[in-house]
Structures are given as C-alpha cells and as structure tokens.
C-alpha cells in the first residue's frame, strides 16, 4: 500500500464515501488514515469550508457561519 501515490489516494478518496469509510478494517492502518486524510483535503478544497480562527477567542468558523455567530471576547461595532 505504500507504493500508491498520492493522485492515486486522492482519486480513491473521492470516491469512497465517508461511511463506508468508518466501517472499513485496516489492522495496520496502511490505507484507512490516507484515505481520511486526502478526504479531508478534498472538503477543505471547497471555499465554503475554509477554515478561519477568529483572532479574540482562538475559535474555528467557515465563512458562512462568521454571520451568524457572535465571539463572547470580540468587540461589537457597527458600519456607518
């Protein structure tokens, strides 16, 4: 398994779905944690689930959560 390249897991991880995924056995884990990880990749690959770190409170948000939700720590403010 270590000789599949990573286009190769990437072109796999697309395909496979994230269920089936969690139900596969891998005693060595030669295969499994690639596939998670080239996955993850490909999800983060989408604009809309980009990751940003909000600097007042160090907390994770997508885009489209940054408009409906508030930091406790940051400062309110309004656009004139």
């Not at 990751?51 to 940054?66: A, G, P, S, V």
Request: glycine fraction near 2%; charged fraction near 35%; charge should be positive.
């Amino acid at each position: 398994m270590n000789c599949m390249n990573s286009a190769l897991v990437k072109r796999l991880a697309a395909k496979v779905d994230i269920e089936l995924l969690e139900g596969l056995k891998d005693k060595k884990d030669k295969l499994k944690s690639k596939l998670y990880m080239k996955k993850l990749e490909l999800l983060f690959e989408i604009p809309e689930n980009m990751l940003h770190r909000c600097i007042n409170c160090n907390e994770f948000f997508t885009m489209n959560q940054r408009d409906w939700q508030l930091c406790e720590k940051g400062e309110l403010y309004t656009d004139a």
